[in-house]
Every structure is written in C-alpha cells, then in structure tokens.
C-alpha cells in the first residue's frame, strides 16, 4: 500500500502560484497519482491524474519525475475560492490503493490570503 | 447531467434513534461508495456496493451499520440507535467502472443530539 505524505497546510495570496507536494516512496509500478479538493461542507472533488512526467487541464498541472516517487500539484494564479483542503492519492485509475477504496490522509489545508 | 445525490443535506437525530442517509448515483454508475468524515479528520471509507450486492465493507462498524444498493432506488446508508459519536458528514460517490473516478455527493451531515 502506497503511503502518501504532504505538508499540512500552506498559505498563499491571490494571484500566486501555489505547488503542493506529495511524497509516495513506495509507490508501484501500476499506480497512478490522483489529486481530490474538498472545500468546507462539501465532498472532494477530482482535480486531476497522471502517471508520469507532465498532466494539464483547465484547473491545474501535475508534475511527475522520472521516479515517480512524488508528485507536485501546481494551481496557477490562486484566488480566494481556491481556499480548500488538497489530497494526494496512489493508486489505480480510479485512485484506489485496494478494491474501490480511497484512502484519504489528512491533506493539505490551503489559505488564500487576499 | 445531475451529479450525485444525497439526502437529506441535514439530518438531526436523538440518540438511541434511526438514522437512514440516502444516495442516487449519477446516471448511468453502478458503483456505490460510502464515506465518513468526522470533525476536524480526513474522510474514512465505509462501504462499496454494486446493485444488490456489498462488495467490501471492511470499512463499517459491525453494529448498528447497514448499507444496501438495491435494483431500484437509491442506496441506503442505515444507522440504528445512534450515539453521539455517530456525528459526522457522510459522503457517497459513484463510479461507472470499478477502476475509474470516484464521483462524490454533497455529503449528509448528521447531528445526534
């Protein structure tokens, strides 16, 4: 089972770039790296998935290096609404490390300062 | 294309009540999961469910806890004789396949008084 380890929390100011870091060392050869924001009183929802090198989309990028063995989540010019808890998840397509299930670690609690 | 729904949004029970937390997954998934993320802590799963079947629930308490996902209807989240640890907001999600992306409702936030 792949372990993940991110800061706690971070803090930012509107219009800065914010990179989140993930560590999974023991990450397998068939895992992806999922992300999942949840802002206060509502359920996560899925940001982005790579597996390897670069993966962009509309809302952020995720940088992955050659070993794979962590991952950084890059939102570009953050706004207050970017306020939110970020988790990073090992594991299938569907980010699961065993049979369906996400397993959530405590992620990373980000402040948008104006 | 509705996402997945949950109801209620609130839910206030006294203890020693039943309290029963529903989930409509969006069209077209037929993959059910059950979350709970209690005060200030990260979410913990419960339940997986395909219709009318439990696939794994190693993540349930082993009283007073039941899920079904029935051939019609919404799946059900089901507490009996709830205590006051029972206080938390309970997440469902949804996914077509197995191996794909976990869709999540707005969660239910239960209250035992």
């Known amino acids: 089972l792949a372990k993940t380890t991110q800061p706690i929390s971070m803090d930012s100011y509107e219009g800065q770039e914010v990179n989140i870091t993930c560590s999974h060392n023991?990450?397998?050869?068939?895992?992806?790296i999922t992300w999942y924001q949840q802002f206060p009183s509502q359920g996560p929802r899925f940001i982005i998935q790579?597996?390897?090198t670069k993966v962009t989309n509309e809302v952020a990028s995720l940088f992955i290096p050659a070993d794979r063995k962590s991952s950084t989540l890059s939102l570009p010019r953050v706004s207050l609404s970017d306020t939110a808890v970020y988790y990073c998840?090992?594991?299938?397509?569907?980010?699961?490390?065993?049979?369906?299930?996400?397993?959530f670690g405590q992620g990373t609690t980000l402040q948008v300062k104006p | 294309n509705a996402g997945v729904m949950q109801n209620p949004r609130h839910l206030v029970r006294r203890r020693g009540q039943e309290a029963r937390l529903r989930c409509s997954p969006m069209?077209?998934?037929?993959?059910v999961y059950w979350y709970r993320q209690l005060p200030e802590e990260g979410l913990k799963f419960m339940v997986y469910?395909?219709?009318?079947?439990?696939?794994?629930e190693s993540g349930m308490p082993k009283e007073r806890f039941s899920a079904e996902f029935p051939k019609e209807g919404p799946s059900i989240l089901r507490i009996q004789q709830v205590v006051r640890g029972d206080s938390a907001a309970y997440f469902c999600?949804?996914?077509?396949?197995?191996?794909?992306?976990?869709?999540f409702g707005p969660g239910t936030r239960l209250l035992v008084l």
């Open positions: 999600a949804s996914s077509r396949q197995e191996v794909e992306t976990q869709y």
């Open positions: 023991n990450i397998a050869t068939n895992d992806y």
């Open positions: 790579g597996y390897k």
């Open positions: 998840l090992v594991g299938d397509r569907g980010g699961s490390s065993n049979t369906g299930k996400l397993i």
């Open positions: 069209k077209g998934h037929s993959h």
């Open positions: 469910l395909q219709k009318e079947n439990i696939i794994d």
